[in-house]
């Protein structure tokens, strides 16, 4: 569900968070051409914090932006599904094993808060929900109290929700998603405890089997494929 937009500091924000809900939503799909004044017609804006959205998008990788009134939604790429499950691989068990060392009480009381708010993603989620999932592992990423890494996840988050997506194109079962919901309490048990060690191992089996590491391998394989155990 849209948020209005006087919650948001500036128009440019909020025609960022509506053109990015469309992308997100498959309203404006992969290959979509963008005509920007209809656009902002559709959202309520000018042509001018729109075009400063688009190019906001364009940094993320989600749309192409020309020289002139049109912009695409960029299609999905095997190889930038790769590389985002490579980064966060890397980077999101040091964000948990930072965040256990380093949390304060404000940042436990934002994890639990966050975590009672989660819902595993089903296979047609809500924006909420891609909210709340988002919120939860943001709420991790600054735990770590590590500014580069923060910003370096935040840029991946981005990018990885239309992969997210396109991973639930294949439905996962009760098990599977009660397994994510159990991995998202320990992650946040082993960090409250302060186990670094356990709750970076519970992050990296997370990311090795998310909904990213299921649409890098299907967009990289054949489609006759049988997918990994």
């Not at 948020?3 to 309203?27: G, H, M």
């Not at 990296?204 to 089997?209: A, K, N, Q, S």
């Amino acid at each position: 569900m849209s948020q209005p937009a006087e919650l948001f500091s500036t128009k440019s924000d909020y025609a960022y968070a509506r053109v990015r809900e469309l992308i997100l939503s498959a309203e404006l799909p992969p290959g979509a051409v963008i005509n920007q004044e209809a656009l902002a017609k559709r959202i309520g804006i000018s042509t001018t914090p729109l075009r400063e959205a688009l190019k906001r998008l364009q940094q993320r990788g989600m749309v192409d932006l020309g020289a002139h009134r049109d912009a695409t939604v960029t299609t999905l790429s095997a190889e930038e599904a790769r590389d985002l499950l490579e980064v966060r691989r890397s980077l999101d068990p040091l964000a948990a094993s930072l965040a256990a060392e380093r949390r304060t009480k404000s940042d436990i009381a934002l994890l639990r808060a966050s975590l009672g708010g989660l819902t595993p993603l089903p296979g047609n989620p809500t924006f909420d929900m891609l909210v709340n999932h988002r919120r939860f592992h943001t709420a991790i990423y600054r735990a770590s109290h590590n500014d580069l890494l923060i910003e370096t996840l935040d840029g991946c988050w981005d990018k990885a929700d239309r992969y997210r997506m396109y991973g639930l194109q294949v439905e996962r079962g009760d098990d599977e998603r009660a397994q994510k919901a159990h991995e998202h309490a320990l992650l946040v048990e082993f960090i409250v405890s302060g186990d670094g060690e356990s709750a970076a191992q519970v992050m990296r089996e997370h990311i090795d089997t998310s909904l990213g590491a299921k649409s890098a391998w299907r967009l990289m394989k054949p489609a006759d494929d049988a997918p990994p155990p």
